[in-house]
């Protein structure tokens, strides 16, 4: 049975920094994209960052996340630097299949969600 945990989610001030860690069991090898998403409160879930053989970041996190994975540890891994109030959200790892791609930002492309980490960031 495959399991997602993350954790490393907290509370900060704007400007600060947290990582987040998501670790795998269940998988059999590590061949697999995973990809970080976030749900604020009203709003739709977003991609964040992704890496197979590549790595994806939305734009607005672009030069201040880091998705890095430790395959040794099945874990995965996001740096957030310079955090804004606008990344306040529910942060959640997800494992998928194949290659992402141009599709990295899609919900189908993952069949595994962890159950989230809450970001808080304030002024």
């Known amino acids: 049975q495959v399991q997602l945990v993350e954790s490393g989610g907290g509370s900060v001030q704007s400007g600060g920094s947290l990582r987040l860690s998501c670790v795998t069991s269940?998988?059999?090898?590590?061949?697999?994209?995973m990809g970080w998403f976030r749900q604020a409160p009203g709003k739709e879930r977003e991609g964040v960052a992704a890496?197979?053989?590549?790595?994806y970041y939305a734009d607005s996190v672009k030069g201040r996340f880091t998705i890095s994975r430790d395959n040794a540890k099945n874990t995965l891994y996001l740096q957030m630097n310079s955090l804004k109030q606008e990344d306040t959200a529910m942060y959640y790892c997800?494992?998928?299949?194949?290659?992402?791609?141009?599709?990295?930002?899609?919900?189908?492309?993952?069949?595994?969600w962890g159950r989230g980490t809450q970001v808080t960031v304030s002024s």
């Open positions: 890496i197979d053989s590549s790595t």
């Open positions: 269940g998988y059999t090898d590590s061949n697999y994209p």
């Open positions: 997800a494992a998928g299949r194949g290659v992402l791609g141009r599709f990295w930002r899609d919900l189908y492309m993952y069949n595994s």
